[in-house]
């Protein structure tokens, strides 16, 4: 199974400032990367796709880079409905997994 | 609307079975690639099982050989057979469309139904 690990668990940012959230492959996934977000009582939202392309509707203000086993999802400048848990998942090889997520919280 | 609505969550207790519902509107269930997506408040998600358009299944570890997938496409509905059930089973169940069928992700989701597995 493919561990996937995010960090940091929380990050503490003032909205209008930049996020920039790390997620770890276990092993090599290629591109084989997708981000959600997750507000409270809702299910995940997509975000982005392999590693980098943008969901339908999401706003440029949310960017992915990586390859291999390291990915980042950067938030340029964090809105108010920005604060949420993310997650990273992998969808390179069965079973498919996620990260623990980290939580952005307002600082 | 594109919309899915689960159901038949519940309190069922070790060893019992439960059948969760996935109706789907706006779109027609045979045509996505279809998942089930579990949660337990305060962790990650974690996949349960996908059902392909040609009626190909894939199982998480955890559940293969306990859960079951099927489709009804007179019903539009997805459904999800969990027999054996364990107390580690216990979460929100979620199911979830293939955004583009081709596994990179889920655009459209359900609010999900509870299962709570517990003597």
């Known amino acids: 199974e493919t561990v996937m690990t995010q960090s940091p668990a929380t990050l503490s940012v003032s909205p209008g400032e930049r996020a920039t959230l790390s997620c770890r492959a276990s092993?090599?996934?290629?591109?084989?990367l997708a981000w959600y977000q997750q507000r409270p009582g809702q299910a995940p939202r997509l975000l982005i796709y392999?590693?980098?392309t943008r969901a339908a509707g999401i706003s440029d203000n949310f960017s992915g880079s990586g390859s291999g086993t390291q990915f980042t999802l950067t938030i340029s400048s964090l809105q108010p409905e920005d604060f949420a848990v993310y997650y990273c998942?992998?969808?390179?090889?069965?079973?498919?997994?996620f990260g623990q997520g980290t939580r952005m919280e307002i600082e | 609307e594109v919309q899915l609505v689960e159901s038949g969550g519940g309190l069922i207790q070790p060893g019992g079975s439960l059948r969760l519902s996935c109706a789907v509107s706006?779109?027609?269930?045979?045509?996505?690639?279809m998942s089930w997506v579990r949660q337990t408040p305060g962790k990650g998600p974690e996949w349960v099982s996908v059902?392909?358009?040609?009626?190909?299944?894939h199982f998480a570890d955890s559940v293969k050989g306990r859960f079951t997938v099927s489709r009804d496409n007179s019903k539009n509905t997805l459904y999800l057979q969990m027999n054996s059930l364990r107390v580690e089973d216990t979460a929100v169940y979620y199911c979830?469309?293939?955004?583009?069928?081709?596994?990179?992700?889920?655009?459209?989701w359900g609010k999900g139904t509870t299962v709570t597995v517990s003597s």
């Open positions: 979830a469309r293939d955004a583009f069928n081709s596994n990179y992700g889920w655009d459209v």
């Open positions: 706006g779109f027609t269930v045979s045509s996505y690639y």
């Open positions: 059902f392909y358009t040609d009626d190909y299944t």
């Open positions: 092993q090599s996934i290629s591109r084989n």
């Open positions: 392999g590693a980098s």
């Open positions: 998942k992998q969808y390179n090889r069965w079973p498919w997994t």
